[in-house]
């Protein structure tokens, strides 16, 4: 949607009264209360009466169809040139795939193994319109969006939790963008068993700063909640930082979709991950990151070594022997605060397993970092913009057992020195045989 379109002019416009309306009303009603008048409760037009509170909001204005459809698509801003809808066959398998026309003569003329070749020369896409975003508010269809713009640059970043501990990786997630100031909102997925953070730019950022500062804040978040898992860092949209020839990156499906919402899916939810009882009023009030700010905390991420924080190895680095490669971080120059044991035992079998027992997830973190390394082939085929689909950003070879970190026996020495380094003596002992431990 172009930031000069009318209908966005008004909404912003209106927001922004909003806003000074909301301050106003909170100002006032401390007065009223600091000199000890009751709060009187007012009916609304429609004869609802509103909570009147200093902790309350004010009224919102109830927003009109295309205002909403306006604050929608202003805030989850993807390629406008096209879009996916969902499917889901008897079987019970679902997918996404573009909204295109098809020229079916073309595509039954040719042979059987060209016909997807001719299917992607001779499709056209549908756009994104207002009509598609009310249908899939109002339940006609499913849609996703591609949120990497041609130009390589992204209106948000979204970040997807998964696993069964997704509400306490989430959870992590969100305690670092507070500690960042980077505002940040959670959208319960259309399953519910999973969630997606968003956080929403000012104006487009390159893909690559966006995944920089997701990197930056997942780096973070791992200190206080190792178990978020390596993996983490392939769950962005956008994806990629830049665009595969011919494609059109990964997409995301839009909240608020209609089934779902009925079991309290697909929406946003608070700190106690219950839904808001106005979503609308939710998204009209969310603010969105300056680019600047963004920059800055990316900025200051590479300086510190916060962005990924495992071993370099990309294309870059071809000629250079692996084993040399310096690791891109310099976190274990910090000392971790808090108690920490006076010695680990660690034993060398077929792996390094080293002891959990009193070892603060900080610590649990770094050790699990000496065993991975970012993955050549994913930057290989991402300078050449091809698809990146099965190759892992991070290959991690370390593994968090129930009460032991097993590492290859090549990391002993890294391993050695960072605990050293706490003032943790390591009480290295051999397994009697090579057997696995856990």
């Known amino acids: ?48 009466p509103v909570r009147t509170s200093t902790q309350s909001i004010a009224h919102t204005p109830v927003l009109k169809a295309e205002q909403r459809i306006a604050l929608f698509r202003s805030l989850f801003h993807g390629r406008d040139d096209v879009y996916a809808v969902r499917w889901e066959n008897p079987d019970g398998r679902t997918g996404y795939m573009p909204k295109a026309d098809r020229d079916w003569k073309a595509y039954l003329r040719a042979k059987s193994e060209d016909r997807k070749k001719v299917d992607r020369q001779t499709r056209k896409f549908r756009p994104l319109t207002d009509e598609v975003v009310r249908g899939h508010l109002v339940g006609d269809n499913t849609v996703g969006i591609y949120p990497l713009l041609p130009d390589e640059t992204c209106w948000f970043l979204a970040v997807d939790f998964d696993k069964k501990t997704w509400q306490k990786d989430a959870t992590a997630f969100l305690a670092v963008c507070g500690e960042l100031k980077v505002p940040a909102a959670l959208e319960r997925s259309r399953s519910g068993n999973g969630g997606h953070v968003w956080i929403f730019f000012d104006h487009p950022v390159p893909a690559s700063t966006a995944r920089k500062l997701g990197c930056a804040i997942l780096t973070r978040a791992m200190e206080s909640r190792h178990q ?23 997409l995301i499906a839009l909240p608020l979709q209609k089934l779902p919402r009925a079991d309290g899916n697909s929406v946003f939810i608070d700190a106690e991950f219950r839904p808001y009882d106005d979503q609308w009023a939710f998204l009209a009030g969310l603010k969105r990151m300056p680019v600047t700010a963004a920059e800055a905390v990316v900025l200051e991420a590479q300086r510190s070594g916060d962005l990924i924080g495992v071993r370099i190895s990309s294309a870059e680095d071809e000629g250079q022997d692996p084993w040399t490669l310096p690791p891109s971080r310099k976190r274990a120059e910090r000392l971790i605060p808090g108690s920490l044991p006076v010695q680990v035992r660690i034993v060398r079998s077929n792996l390094l397993y080293i002891e959990k027992k009193d070892l603060p997830s900080a610590m649990l973190n770094r050790l699990l970092r000496l065993g991975a390394f970012q993955n050549p082939e994913f930057y290989k085929a991402q300078a050449m913009r091809l698809p990146t689909f099965n190759k892992p950003r991070v290959i991690a070879c370390g593994e968090d057992l129930a009460n032991h970190i097993a590492l290859p026996r090549g990391c002993l020495v890294e391993v050695i020195e960072l605990l050293k380094s706490h003032r943790i003596k390591p009480e290295v002992s051999f397994a009697t045989g090579w057997r696995r431990i856990e």
């Open 228 to 250: 978020l898992g390596l993996d983490s860092y392939d769950r962005f949209f956008p994806n990629q930082d830049t665009m595969p020839k011919g494609g059109l990156g990964n």
């Open 1 to 48: 949607m172009n930031e000069s379109d009318p209908k966005l002019l008004d909404l912003q416009s209106d927001l922004a009264e909003v806003q000074r309306l909301r301050e106003e009303n909170v100002r006032l009603r401390g007065l009223l209360q600091e000199h000890g008048i009751q709060l009187p409760v007012v009916q609304a037009p429609n004869g609802i």
